[in-house]
């Protein structure tokens, strides 16, 4: 997967301290695939709800990107504008570098959108379904029904491609979306929580599709709110808060640039912690607060510190017995909290 | 091939709209219902101009005749116009003052004597079922041996009296052999009880009776037109008055079918899917127009067919042509605006109960509402005005789709319909507002759609 070079991204700026993020490609960076520009929406005309606030990102082409916000942060629009459903009130879209406003039809011919909750035609069974989306592609019916029954088989839905969809459970659906987003082989794939509802198998498929897919060098813009999938399947992330985007990087530059001025936290599993123990943990040069807690000790180091040999050797001078030692991580949870104020997501 | 952008995804969901609700129960519903009332409303309405077009259910065919000792005799023969006899049923008869004289009953063959000594004249009344009939008997000098009683109607139902019926007895009262021709050829035979029944050309005929070498001549006029009467113009009439009950259930038929075209989509969130498909809004609601259209516009142009075809069949004669192909139009044109009505409003409704609240409301004002309003406006503003009140109340029509689509039929209606459903506005001026309706109709829904389609 390709990714940015660090030093090509913006800084993480606070939420609404700073200019709209965007950033330019290096030399050797990949096109852009999906460019954002000063995107605005607003519903309910000019003194109506503001959903999206001029907000830009690029994605890059044959990357897994990630699109994280609480509920109502702007999501969603953001989604459906790239999909050409709803037309922004600012700014511009680009898909594959054609304007979703004034090339409607070739970004449409390039995307496939998986949206997050679809209850579909509940008379027509799976099959007529990929059948009737196929038609808006000129692809012609006999080799759409042969399509579809594949790809049908292919999603664990082969045994229902002739049932109403209305007796179709909400996993089976969330496999229908999948399969009509990748029916007609679209380069770019915008998906709105498409794991949500799976069980653990279908998310295993899931995970293996989205890996696959992005070997094969699809684009995929995956708005999510299980941040473990995200963590796992995409290297770069955007966090969109109140219709403002907040960080597009990274999660391991987001992380480190988030932290970078945080102090680091040693939590020590240890017997023997006296007052001595933690008088000369406290003396090493650089630790800034020791606390004692039930397996162990907590130390405290400035930010930037790298105290643990130290801790080790004074550990067992002190007369403490070492166990074990674990450097606190920040995850991909902890940024998103820390960068939406609470999150909610 | 590709079409132009504006026409993009037409196709696809125009047959998905039509297939979809072809399968749905309410079309079948409302199908059903169309063809009660259109179907079942031409052999009904048929069978009621019938009754009312000049046969009586029962008839009293009244003879006068002589016993031998000179007495004279009132013969009856009861029967249905068309001949076949009533037996045991009680005949009263009646002096000139209208005092009762006597009964007879009839006999098997449905024959009933009365002698009435020498009187010249009697009354008579018949009471079969529900129906009276009532004739007289005249007693005067006749120059052949024989009497005829003729009933003139449409036995036909051919929409005119072009039909005679026709009781011959000789002097004694007993039925009697008869040649009948009409203008001289040939029509038939009287049958055992001396009746016969047979046609007329429009136009005077002279109808000659021809009896043991006697012959007497009458002349029968058959007018060119109905009579005038509302419930003898035959198949016409009948397709007025099925045209104005049809185009109310085809009104709400094409709400039915198309109040939720838009908001399902919605509500399914599958407008999304469709969106982001290549095809353009115009695309898709010029689509979910041409489905939700032809699901109405065939079966009702089935049952609307089938309903003329009864009318023809029962009536032995179709409506006129023009008239018939205009029901045929209007209920189409009818079907287009409001289709695109609903479109508009589906499109605004966030939810299938809306849009269905929506639908009503909308038939409700076009059919109930806008005539109530039209009217009392009509009275409030005109009242010392009787000339700019009648302009106003038909110039008034051109503000609702049903009042256009009424006034086209009916001006191709015979010309004693036009007071029926037709209006005083030049067919230009009908035909205008019915262009301008569905051009602005179309361009609502366009530009709703266009602009609230994902809203």
Known sequence: ?345 | MKLPAFFRGMPQVALQEFTTNLKSVRLIVMALLSALLVVGGAYGFTALTSSFGGLPPAVAWAHPSYAPNGSHVAVVWVSDPYGAPFSDRPVEFEDENRTPLGTARSDADGFARFDVGTRDYVGVTIRIGTATFGTGVDFFPRPVNFTVYSLQGDYSRHGRPDGLGMSVLDRSGAPATANVSVNGTSVGTTDRFGYIRFDLPVGLSQVTVEVGGESETLPVLVPDTADGTPFSSGPDLVLAVIASLSFLIVSIFAIVLSFDAISKERVQGTMDLLLSRPSSRSGVLLGKFLGAFGAVAIPVTLVNLAGIGVIAAASGKGPTGAFAGAFLGGSLLLIALYVLLQLTLSTLAKTGGSAVLYGVLIWLLFNILYPIVTAVAATVLFSGDPAAYFRFTQASGLGNPTSIASSLVFLSAPPGFQGFGGSSLEPPVVGAAAAVWFVGLLALALWTFQKKAAE
Do not use: W
């Not at chain 1, 039809?105 to 035609?121: A, F, N, S, T």
């Not at chain 1, 209305?166 to 380069?187: E, I, T, V, W």
């Not at chain 1, 907040?246 to 912690?273: K, Q």
């Open chain 1, 1 to 345: 997967m390709a990714i940015l070079p660090a030093s090509d991204a913006q800084p993480v700026h606070e939420h609404g301290a700073h200019p709209p993020q965007s950033f330019s490609r290096g030399a050797s960076s990949p096109a852009a695939m999906i460019e954002v520009e000063g995107l605005t929406k607003v519903y309910g005309g000019s003194r109506g709800v503001r959903a999206l606030d001029n907000v830009s990102f690029t994605v890059p082409e044959r990357s897994v990107f990630g699109f994280l916000g609480p509920n109502g942060a702007g999501k969603t629009t953001t989604i459906r504008i790239l999909a050409t459903v709803l037309d922004p009130t600012a700014g511009t879209v680009r898909i594959g570098g054609h304007d979703t406003r004034r090339e409607p039809m070739e970004v449409k011919e390039r995307i496939g959108l998986m949206p997050d909750e679809v209850l579909y035609y509940p008379t027509l069974t799976g099959l007529q379904h990929l059948v009737y989306y196929a038609s808006f592609y000129g692809i012609r019916r006999a080799e759409a029904k042969k399509r579809a029954r594949e790809l049908l088989e292919r999603m664990g839905l082969g045994d229902a491609e002739g049932k109403k969809v209305k007796a179709y459970s909400h996993g089976m659906r969330k496999r229908l979306s999948l399969a009509q987003c990748l029916f007609h082989d679209p380069p770019v794939m915008i998906m709105d929580e498409p794991a949500s509802g799976l069980d653990p198998l279908g998310m295993r498929s899931y995970r293996d599709l989205i890996r696959k897919l992005a070997n094969d060098g699809k684009t995929i813009f995956l708005s999510s709110h299980l941040l473990s999938e995200v963590e796992q399947l995409c290297e770069r992330v955007g966090i969109i808060d109140h219709g403002k985007i907040v960080a597009v990087d990274t999660i391991a530059n987001l992380s480190s640039r988030m932290y970078s001025g945080a102090p680091v936290v040693l939590h020590v599993t240890a017997t023997g912690i006296t007052d001595v123990v933690l008088e000369a943990l406290a003396n090493i040069p650089g630790v800034t607060g020791v606390q004692a807690t039930p397996t162990g000790v907590d130390v405290t180091t400035q930010p930037g510190t790298d105290a643990s040999s130290d801790v080790s050797r004074a550990l067992v001078l002190a007369g403490a017995e070492l166990r074990g030692m674990t450097k606190e991580q920040r995850s991909l949870e902890d940024l998103f909290l820390a960068l939406t104020k609470g999150g909610g997501a």
